[in-house]
């Protein structure tokens, strides 16, 4: 074969970087709430991977693990989506630790919206070993919380209050912005527990961290809590004022 030059080698590397260019803007926009958006680069970044000679193992599963995890927000494919996460929890090796604890917490949110809540838990409690064993602190954090939503939904207030201090445990000084998912749902504890002084500053706090973050879903449960706390007050205005924030 020929050999190739500067020019050659720059243009393969680009190439190269275009699945991922598409993959990485796109899981962005999901994290957001811009799912339209986000749907369109993912088709392009799914069929970037399609076209491209080379393999990329990693960066492929990391695109149907986004694929299953969009279904699942719309209620779609919901069986396919379990059986394809745990086929792909089964080769660790190949796709690597990233992409499994991404794996994990996708099988997570495909059984809880099919209301395997304990199953739910199980994934993602391991989603969050995964990633703390591959240093993704950010993934870590989000899955023990999501852990403890399913607990809550349980009945079980005191190990989800557990989960979520691990998870602050976890995030250690760093003030990431699934924080603020964990210090709001402590909130929803204290209100469950008839404290709201310590409900209130809670949620607050979890709200001021997950505005630093930007992360809508992390809003959303913190605006709720806030919603509910107000009308375990009985404040109608506060708890509507919150409820718009929440939607």
């Known amino acids: 074969g020929r050999i190739l030059n500067i020019p050659d080698i720059l243009t393969l590397a ?17 994290l957001s709430g811009r799912m339209e958006r986000a749907e369109a680069l993912l088709r392009q970044a799914e069929q970037s991977l399609r076209d491209d000679a080379r393999k990329q193992p990693e960066l492929t599963a990391l695109a149907i693990i986004l694929r299953a995890a969009m279904d699942a927000m719309r209620g779609e494919n919901l069986a396919e989506a379990v059986a394809a996460m745990r086929r792909l929890l089964a080769q660790p ?26 199953e739910a838990e199980e994934a993602y409690l391991q989603a969050s070993e995964l990633a703390h064993a591959a240093g993704v602190s950010y993934l870590a954090v989000n899955a ?35 924080m603020g998912l964990a210090w ?16 209130e500053q809670l949620i607050l706090t979890g709200i001021e961290l997950s505005l630093e973050g ?20 009985g404040e109608p205005a506060a708890a509507l004022a919150a409820w718009q924030k929440a939607d």
Request: with cysteine; proline share 4%; charged share 20%.
């Open 93 to 118: 090796e190949i796709i690597g630790g990233h992409a499994a604890a991404r794996a994990a917490d996708t099988l997570g949110l495909a059984c809880e919206l099919s209301g395997d809540v304990s």
């Open 14 to 30: 680009l190439i190269a970087l275009i699945p991922a260019f598409f993959f990485f803007s796109s899981r962005a926009l999901y």
């Open 214 to 233: 930007g992360i809508v879903d992390d809003l959303r449960y913190a605006y709720l809590y806030l919603a509910r706390l107000g009308q375990a007050q």
């Open 184 to 199: 709001a749902i402590l909130g929803d504890i204290a209100r469950e527990r008839n404290d709201p002084a310590t409900a």
């Open 144 to 178: 023990h919380c999501e852990a403890a939503l399913m607990q809550i939904q349980q009945g079980r207030l005191s190990l989800a209050t557990e989960t979520c201090q691990a998870a602050l445990g976890l995030a250690g000084d760093d003030s990431a912005p699934p």
